[in-house]
């Protein structure tokens, strides 16, 4: 895994290049997701970003969109926001539910959900704050189904996140949908090395 923190233009591969190797970029990189993933509730699943997730999203965007060399900065500016930056841990978190009429009737009340993403370890609870580039409940109180959110870490507590065995619990609490879950080891264990 990278431990870098933002993708420059250098680190893009052109399009045939990548076209080539898709595959097993790819690969690699579901292996790294695979400790990065954490379901909270019914609904929710955070996806813990990084320097690799981020560089295979901007690649496969090239790679679909074939924007090429003209495409390259708005990718950077969309996906760099999202690498953790040293003391922080950044998320996507999908509330995915089939049903289209269910989905719309729960996204209907989960409004600010974005600010409700928080992780506690032992007693003490980081607050996610919601990605800033645009407002993801509408006017009427219906939510996004797709949320970014970074949680910022103060020294103590990536030092007690990156004790072995700590417990590290995940959670939302959204009024309509209260829900934790306690990370596995794994995933903590992959998260820490986000922390520069």
Do not use: C
Request: hydrophobic fraction near 40%; aromatic fraction near 8%; charge should be negative.
């Amino acid at each position: 895994m990278t431990s870098r923190h933002e993708i420059t233009r250098a680190d893009i591969l052109p399009w045939a290049e990548y076209a080539k190797t898709r595959a097993e970029h790819r690969k690699r990189i579901t292996a790294i997701k695979r400790n990065r993933r954490v379901e909270v509730g019914p609904f929710v699943t955070f996806y813990f970003e990084s320097f690799d997730t981020m560089w295979l999203q901007v690649q496969e965007m090239l790679h679909i969109e074939r924007g090429g060399d003209a495409q390259i900065p708005e990718e950077l500016a969309a996906y760099n926001p999202l690498i953790p930056k040293g003391r922080e841990l950044v998320a996507t978190f999908m509330i995915e539910i089939d049903d289209p009429l269910r989905r719309a009737r729960v996204l209907a009340g989960l409004g600010g959900v974005e600010d409700a993403a928080f992780i506690e370890i032992g007693a003490e609870r980081v607050i996610g704050k919601a990605e800033t580039d645009q407002d993801r409940t509408t006017a009427d109180g219906k939510a996004s189904s797709v949320q970014f959110v970074h949680f910022a870490f103060t020294d103590a507590q990536v030092e007690a996140f990156r004790q072995p065995n700590a417990r590290a619990i995940l959670g939302l609490s959204h009024p309509n949908y209260s829900h934790m879950a306690v990370m596995s080891e794994a995933t903590r264990d992959a998260l820490a090395q986000d922390f520069a």
